[in-house]
C-alpha cells in the first residue's frame, strides 16, 4: 500500500489528486461505498481490471460491476436501456442498486467476464461520487474482501487483509447499510432479481408494478452449471470456522441449546434480546430482532470476528426471510453453507 488517506470527514482535494493519478496508472484503490467498500480500478482497461481479479483470487467468469457518478455515464457505457429500465434506474439511482444491461466495447472485456452485460451502478456514497466524477472514469468494483470471505464493511477488517494487494486504502467509516446492492436484471419485460440486497422486492414492485426473483438464490448451485449470475456458484461470505444457522421459529432458542449441547466449545451470532439466555456462552450481538437495518450493517463484521473466537462452532439466529430479512438470510445460508437448522 502506497498511500492511506482518512476522509471520514470531509475530502482532501491534494489526496483527491494522488487517488485519481493511481486510477489513471491502472491502480488498485480501496473505497468506502454506502454498501459495502469496494476494490476499484479503471473499468475501461483490462489491466486494471486484472489486477481486481488477481488482488481478490476471484474466479474468471464471475464479471465486476461497474460504478458510475452520474446518467450520462451510464449512456457513455451501455447499450440500450428500455423503459422498464430506465423507470428502475430514475427510482433507484443514486443507491443500492446495480442493474444488469447491454455492455458497449468500451468496457474492458475483463471486467464483464467476456460477457455481453454489465452491473451498472450509481452509489450515493459521497466519496466515490466524487473520485468517479473528477476522474471522470467508471469504477470496476467487487466487494473489498478475498473471495470467499465476508465482504468488508469496517476499515480495520479491510487493513488486515487487503493492505499489501491494493496501492491507496480511503477510510470512510463504518458502511452505512452493511450489505450488498441489489442486483437486478430485466429478463423478458420482467425486473428479476439475481442477488436480493438493500432494496426490496417490495419496493421493486411498487416502482415497475411487477418482479421476479431467481429461483437460485437459496440453492447450493454446482461449480459447472449455467446461472443468471455466476456469483450464485461460489462459496461466500463465510468464516473459516464452521457455522450452523437456526431458523427463526418458535423452537429457536431450544434449537441453539441443543446445538450447545454437542459444541461446547461454541459462539452465538444473535439478537440483542437473546444475549443474556446465552450468558455463559461467547456472544456476538447483532442487534434487536426486529431492527433489519441495524442486523444487515453488522452481519459481515459479526462473521469476521468469529474466527478470532477460537471455538469450534458458530451458531448464528436466522430472520424471517421477508423484506430486507431476504437478502440477510441469502448471505447466512452461504455462510453457513447450507447447514440450516430447521
Ligand atoms: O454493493 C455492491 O454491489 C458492492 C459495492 C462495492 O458496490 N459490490 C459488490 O460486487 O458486491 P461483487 O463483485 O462482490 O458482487 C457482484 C455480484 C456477483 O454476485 C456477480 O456474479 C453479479 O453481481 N454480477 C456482476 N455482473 C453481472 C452480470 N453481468 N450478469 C449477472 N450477474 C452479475
Ligand atoms: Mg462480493
Redesign the pocket.
Known sequence: MEYMFNWKNDINKNELDKVINVIKNDGLVIIP?E????IAANALSDEACTKIFVAKG?AQD????V?VSDKNMIKRLVKNINDIEEKLIDTFMPG?F?L?LEKKDCISDVA??M?D???I?M?SNKIIREVIKESNIPLA????NISGRP?GTCIDDIIEELKDRVDVIIDGGKCNIG???T?V?VINNVPTI??P?YITEEDIKKAVGKVEISKNLFKKVNKNEKV?????KYRHYAPKTKCILVEKNINQIENIKKILKEYPNACIIGFKEDENTFRNNKYINIGKKEDLREIAKNIFTALRKVDKLKVDVAIIEGVEKEGLGLSIMNRLVRACENNIIS
Open positions: 461505498t454498501t459495502v467498500y469496494g476471484r464471475n464479471p465486476l460491476i460504478h443500492p446495480t444488469i464483464s467476464a460477457g452485460t454489465i452491473g451502478r452509489p468494483a467487487p466487494s473489498a465482504s450489505i450488498e446492492s442486483v436484471k439475481l442477488r440486497g443468471e449470475s455466476p456469483g450464485m
